[in-house]
């Protein structure tokens, strides 16, 4: 399946772009679709996971180099995102939609690609935590908003555009990223040394990253650039990349700092405050990143199933296949539509509404990528499993959404947690909910504030969740989706693989709706 189209080609996504305010980017869309459907775009993503980046830690003389070498795929990718501006949109060109644009075009980069998305995404994310800061706005923002991609190794200044990371997990740490042990200490120039380590450091040839240090006034969050002012190599150490499931082409590694130069990004002690803001916005990229698993594995399993042929018909036209297709043609629908609207919330600064749906749209798409994607990939027989086919590596990368940026469990506590301290943030997600004026769908909320309990947490995320896909689908998919998501998700009538849709299912108007193109 190449020479396609994945934005011309989705009806879901190309409605739901006009419909949270990004109609004007629907030209732009479709020609960065064009080039992500392409062969070339198929076969450098293909490249850059074949061959994964290698590290150089030291030169032939023994000097440090700690740089990472990448297949020329990986960067040909980059190239297109960046030019594309889906790690900067909104900040580069500001108007009401650009969130939904960028969320778009970000969904379509991760269809062809998920791993370079990694650090378009962080840079996308950095910018609104270095626009606080006039000093850093004035030295980062002009990069971070260029249009240019510049893998060169060498100092900000002198670079065309600049690309940002993110390191906050330790292997003490992890999620409870308040044990960290790295610390801070303040320098002769006012700014900051940092001594310590990072275990997980994606995409480490950003040209600087934000990280968490103990400072003496408590946690605290830095800028951390790979050259320091006076020109030379920072010390932050790339210690070894990870061998990794799946994210192949994309590097992570684990890095030291030892005295490594760094500048405090708010204030000493607010650490987890100021880099949240980051990881707000990743999260909506996690939500949106497992749509595009999701949409990318029924359009393969789709595009299968249509031209192969078994026992005397194409197996779109044997009825149990129609089945399946169908019931994963309602979980992609539904999940784009979720990330879609959530990315509106960014547009228009409801920020209680996004707060708590972002991390409702991140708990539950990042969980249902995988079993999506197994159910697609066998659609298309022994071809699924063999690597030719994009199959497995979608299969890879499936589960990672739920991993990073926090994994399910502290996701779904992050569930409670905007539920009971954002003012006003319950309220407006069941607000959105009740936009459908459905009983079935409003029976889903919690009844009692037992159900607010942390043992609970993702029984409540789970049902948030799927209430606000119901009341989307209900509102804007063709009705036979409509009814047979709510017979299905919300009343029960449905088995525990895909592939049980009931008998009254429309099929017929479901795979219909689901390989209608956009309009
Ligand atoms: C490919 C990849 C790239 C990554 N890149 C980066 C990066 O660039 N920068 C970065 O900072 N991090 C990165 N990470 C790290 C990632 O964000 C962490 O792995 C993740 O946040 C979980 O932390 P942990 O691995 O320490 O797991 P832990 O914190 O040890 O958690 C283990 C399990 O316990 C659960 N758990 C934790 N606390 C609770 C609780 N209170 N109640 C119930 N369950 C709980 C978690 O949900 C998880 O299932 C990356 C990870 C991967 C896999």
Known sequence: MTGFNPFTSDRALSEAVVREGAGWACQRLAAYGQFAGSAEATEWAALANEYPPVLRTHDRYGNRRDEVEFHPGWHNLMRAAVEHRIHNLPWSEPRPGAHVARAALSMLASETEAGHVCPISMTFSAMPVLAADPALEAEWGP??????????????????????????????????????TTRAVRDDGGGYLLEGHKWFCSAPMCDAFLVLAQAPGGLSCFLLPRWTAAGERNAFHLQRLKPKLGNRSNASAEVEFHQARASLVGEEGRGVQTIIEMV??????????????????????????????????????????RNVLADLS???EAATLLAMRVARA??????????????????????????????????????????????????????????W????????????????????????????????????????????SREFEEGGARRMAERLAVALQASLVTRFSPPA?????????????WGRNFGTLPPPADLDGILAAALTPAN
């Open 405 to 448: 940026e926090g994994s399910g469990n502290v996701i779904a506590l992050d569930v409670l947690r905007a539920i009971a301290k954002e003012r006003g943030a319950f309220e407006e997600v069941v607000a959105e909910i009740r936009l459908a004026r459905d009983p079935r769908i409003t029976a889903l909320l919690p009844a009692s």
């Open 280 to 321: 707000h916005h990743t999260r909506l990229d996690c939500a949106v990143g497992a749509a595009a698993l999701m949409r990318r594995a029924l359009a393969e399993a789709l595009h299968h199933a249509r031209y192969r042929r078994a026992f005397g018909r194409v197996l779109i036209d044997q009825p149990l296949m």
């Open 330 to 332: 309602l979980e992609s």
């Open 143 to 180: 990069l971070v908003r260029s249009g240019v991609y510049d893998p060169s190794f060498r100092p900000a200044a002198g670079k065309c555009g600049a690309l940002i990371g993110m390191a906050m997990t330790e292997k003490q740490g992890g999620s409870d990223v308040r044990a960290n």
């Open 346 to 403: 960014f547009d228009e600064n409801q920020r209680a509404f996004a707060r708590l749906a972002v991390a409702l749209a991140k708990f539950w798409l990042a969980k249902r990528a995988p079993v999506h994607v197994a159910e697609a990939l066998e659609c298309l027989g022994g071809n699924g499993y063999v690597e030719e086919s994009v199959m497995p590596r979608l299969y890879r990368e499936a589960p990672l959404n739920s991993i």
């Open 481 to 493: 989706m409509a009814d047979a998501f709510r017979q299905t998700r919300l009343e029960g009538d």
